[in-house]
Antibody
Framework: EVQVLESGGGLVQPGESLRLSCAAS????????MSWVRQAPGKGLEWVSG????????YYADSVKGRFTISRDNSKNTLYLQMNSLRAEDTAVYYC????????????WGQGTLVTVSS | DIQLTQSPSFLSASVGDRVTITCRAS??????LAWYQEKAGKAPKLLIY???TLQSGVPSRFSGSGSGTEFTLTISSLQPEDFATYYC?????????FGGGTKVEIK
């Protein structure tokens, strides 16, 4: 069974950093692109960042470019999101999502981890 | 960036109704569109990709159509478990974008 499990969320102050992790199991991790998608309280879904199976290609939303870094460790079946210079508008539930038959659709999602940026 | 506009943003319907949700793209995206269902407190679920291909395990009452800039998600006979929020997503180009969502509630 495919499973992805996020961790690392919490309460931080504006300007601080946080690293999210996503542990994957039940599939050949290195064969699939992965993404982070977030949802601010009461709002819709927002794609944040994506990475190819090898880790050689990365993509970012304009809202996080230059502040967030996506990476993966295929030996540990783990996806990461390093978030720097956090802002109040980054407050959201962050979902880890596995690519489906196409690299840009998401066929398995975690339950999410909440990041709150507040002073 | 490609903008996706969903309509309506809110829909009230009864069990057994036929429901249609529209997603319009700000530029042509061929058939590079997916639909997701989100229930409160749960992760989103992929319903349809490539505009009209049903994801494995999704009931056949769900269908998708369209290409270019206009797409629709149709639920042929609404069931109690279908009350949820639905999102379209374009996969034509980065940055990937989602529509604003359509909340389907019980009338």
């Amino acid at each position: 069974e495919v499973q992805v499990l996020e961790s690392g969320g919490g309460l931080v102050q504006p300007g601080e950093s946080l690293r999210l992790s996503c542990a994957a199991s039940g599939f050949t991790f290195s064969s699939y692109a992965m993404s982070w998608v977030r949802q601010a309280p009461g709002k819709g879904l927002e794609w944040v960042s994506g990475i190819s199976g090898s880790g050689g290609s990365t993509y970012y939303a304009d809202s996080v470019k230059g502040r967030f870094t996506i990476s993966r460790d295929n030996s540990k079946n783990t996806l990461y999101l390093q978030m720097n210079s956090l802002r109040a508008e980054d407050t959201a539930v962050y979902y880890c999502a596995k690519a489906g038959i196409a690299a840009r659709i998401f066929d398995s999602w975690g339950q999410g981890t909440l990041v709150t940026v507040s002073s | 960036d490609i903008q996706l506009t969903q309509s309506p943003s809110f829909l009230s319907a009864s069990v057994g109704d036929r429901v249609t949700i529209t997603c319009r793209a700000s530029q042509g995206i061929s058939s590079y569109l997916a639909w997701y269902q989100e229930k409160a407190g749960k992760a989103p679920k992929l319903l349809i990709y490539a505009a009209s291909t049903l994801q494995s395990g999704v009931p056949s009452r769900f269908s998708g159509s369209g290409s270019g800039t206009e797409f629709t998600l149709t639920i042929s006979s609404l069931q109690p478990e279908d009350f949820a929020t639905y999102y379209c997503q374009q996969l034509n180009s980065y940055p990937l974008t989602f529509g604003g969502g359509t909340k389907v509630e019980i009338k």
